[in-house]
């Protein structure tokens, strides 16, 4: 038996019993989402005001322990929200991992500025804080109160951290490298509704955060996001620009500023209200199927899963395997023949046509990972279908 082949029989052995093709992941929704959904049309609020929305944010700001929580249309446009909070303006660079999906990237370009390029941990998947601290060590240089790239004159105006498929990065010594340079950190928690690093929900230590609540991730509103933020200026703030910035009036129609119409609709909040309550069912589920894959995947050497760190609770959002680079297009061929959809880790940003010539840091271990990493169905559909 090839190596492949061997890798292939054991994510069969591991996976639920179930219609081929196993998708990567997929939504659960049972007669709760169905009622809350009919309710709220019957209502008639299906737009951005309504009574889902407001217990939407309520419910979520109680799960991650924050103070404040904006629901937004998507994930995208909720870290759009962040950066431009945290002060980041054109021609600005903001930091962050090339190993990332591309809207963290996009949200940079969105508000002006450039992404800048740091390398990851190759154990932990998220971004490096040695790397990141002898990067600037070796670029940056302090001035008027900021910082800036000496090799592109840009004044460096925020760090993002994204927590890989949940798993939380390595925040204690990420906040000190953030705090000597004086970078306001924005947490890309699109993936990690559900992980915890040292016991705090992730999203809650930046100043502000994104999470994501799309078909793929691990609780979906359709499409939909949030803003966590602990400071109420900066939840002010994000309300009203989320509105369209407009001010408040029983019938004025009055817009101080450019806004945008970022803010959920009711009738996603109301999938949002149902789906979080299942959080503590779908966390186990993953936990599940990782412990089948592992199980499953012992007697392969020299493959494994990316496990969570040990100061942390990860939520397992995309389960990821380690295979041998010589393994990695085999793998991801045999699977899909196989009708498993497998799936590598993005390509890395800085190899995107449209962030080439960004500025960046040594990016070895995303390198590396790009050819190594190999995402398992990672659904939970299954396994609640049969309990
Ligand atoms: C899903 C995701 C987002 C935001 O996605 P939306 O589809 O806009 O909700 C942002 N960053 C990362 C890392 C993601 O995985």
């Not at 299942?278 to 020299?302: C, D, H, N, S, W």
């Given at each position: 038996?090839?190596?492949?082949?061997?890798?292939?029989?054991?994510?069969?052995?591991?996976?639920?019993?179930?219609?081929?093709?196993?998708?990567?992941?997929?939504?659960?929704?049972?007669?709760?989402?169905?009622?809350?959904?009919?309710?709220?049309?019957?209502?008639?609020?299906?737009?951005?005001?309504?009574?889902?929305?407001?217990?939407?944010?309520?419910?979520?700001?109680?799960?991650?322990?924050?103070?404040?929580?904006?629901?937004?249309?998507?994930?995208?446009?909720?870290?759009?929200?962040?950066?431009?909070?945290?002060?980041?303006?054109?021609?600005?660079?903001?930091?962050?991992?090339?190993?990332?999906?591309?809207?963290?990237?996009?949200?940079?370009?969105?508000?002006?500025?450039?992404?800048?390029?740091v390398d990851v941990d190759a154990?932990r998947?998220t971004l490096c804080p040695q790397a990141l601290?002898?990067?600037?060590?070796?670029?940056?240089?302090?001035?008027?109160?900021?910082?800036?790239?000496?090799?592109?004159?840009?004044?460096?105006?925020?760090?993002?951290?994204?927590?890989?498929?949940?798993?939380?990065?390595a925040?204690?010594?990420l906040?000190?490298?953030?705090?000597?340079?004086?970078?306001?950190?924005?947490?890309?928690?699109?993936?990690?509704?559900?992980?915890?690093?040292?016991?705090?929900?992730?999203?809650?230590?930046?100043?502000?955060?994104?999470?994501?609540?799309?078909?793929?991730?691990?609780?979906?509103?359709?499409?939909?996001?949030?803003?966590?933020?602990?400071?109420?200026?900066?939840?002010?703030?994000?309300?009203?620009?989320?509105?369209?910035?407009?001010?408040?009036?029983?019938?004025?129609?009055?817009?101080?500023?450019?806004?945008?119409?970022?803010?959920?609709?009711?009738?996603?909040?109301?999938?949002?209200?149902?789906?979080?309550?299942?959080?503590?069912?779908?966390?186990?589920?993953?936990?599940?199927?990782?412990?089948?894959?592992?199980?499953?995947?012992?007697?392969?050497?020299?493959?494994?899963?990316?496990?969570?760190?040990?100061?942390?609770?990860?939520?397992?959002?995309?389960?990821?395997?380690?295979?041998?680079?010589?393994?990695?297009?085999?793998?991801?061929?045999?699977?899909?023949?196989?009708?498993?959809?497998?799936?590598?880790?993005?390509?890395?940003?800085?190899?995107?046509?449209?962030?080439?010539?960004?500025?960046?840091?040594?990016?070895?271990a995303?390198?590396?990972?790009?050819?190594?990493?190999?995402?398992?169905?990672?659904?939970?559909?299954?396994?609640?279908?049969?309990?």
């Amino acid at each position: 038996m090839s190596e492949a082949t061997a890798i292939l029989a054991a994510l069969r052995e591991a996976l639920p019993v179930q219609t081929s093709p196993i998708p990567l992941h997929e939504p659960f929704f049972d007669e709760d989402e169905i009622a809350h959904v009919t309710d709220c049309v019957k209502s008639g609020w299906v737009s951005s005001v309504g009574r889902y929305v407001t217990a939407f944010e309520e419910a979520l700001a109680g799960y991650c322990g924050v103070n404040h929580a904006m629901a937004c249309v998507n994930g995208t446009a909720a870290l759009h929200i962040c950066l431009k909070l945290a002060g980041v303006r054109p021609a600005d660079e903001v930091l962050c991992p090339s190993l990332t999906f591309v809207a963290t990237a996009n949200a940079i370009s969105y508000t002006g500025a450039i992404p800048h390029f740091v390398d990851v941990d190759a154990a932990r998947l998220t971004l490096c804080p040695q790397a990141l601290r002898m990067h600037l060590k070796s670029i940056a240089t302090t001035r008027d109160g900021g910082i800036f790239n000496r090799q592109t004159g840009a004044r460096i105006a925020a760090l993002v951290i994204m927590h890989t498929f949940g798993h939380p990065a390595a925040m204690d010594a990420l906040l000190e490298v953030a705090a000597e340079f004086g970078l306001p950190v924005i947490e890309d928690a699109a993936e990690s509704l559900g992980s915890y690093y040292q016991q705090r929900h992730t999203g809650t230590f930046g100043l502000l955060s994104a999470l994501s609540f799309n078909g793929n991730k691990i609780i979906t509103t359709g499409g939909g996001g949030a803003i966590l933020t602990q400071n109420s200026a900066l939840a002010a703030r994000a309300r009203h620009l989320t509105t369209t910035a407009k001010q408040p009036h029983p019938y004025d129609y009055i817009h101080d500023e450019v806004g945008y119409n970022y803010r959920l609709p009711n009738i996603n909040a109301a999938l949002g209200v149902a789906q979080l309550k299942k959080m503590p069912r779908f966390l186990e589920a993953k936990r599940a199927l990782v412990a089948r894959y592992q199980a499953a995947l012992t007697t392969i050497p020299g493959v494994g899963l990316v496990t969570e760190p040990a100061d942390s609770l990860s939520n397992y959002w995309l389960i990821a395997l380690r295979v041998p680079p010589h393994l990695h297009r085999e793998v991801l061929e045999a699977t899909h023949a196989a009708g498993i959809h497998t799936r590598p880790i993005w390509r890395p940003m800085h190899l995107l046509p449209m962030y080439v010539a960004c500025p960046r840091a040594p990016l070895q271990a995303t390198e590396a990972l790009h050819t190594s990493i190999i995402n398992l169905p990672s659904g939970y559909k299954a396994d609640l279908c049969v309990n």
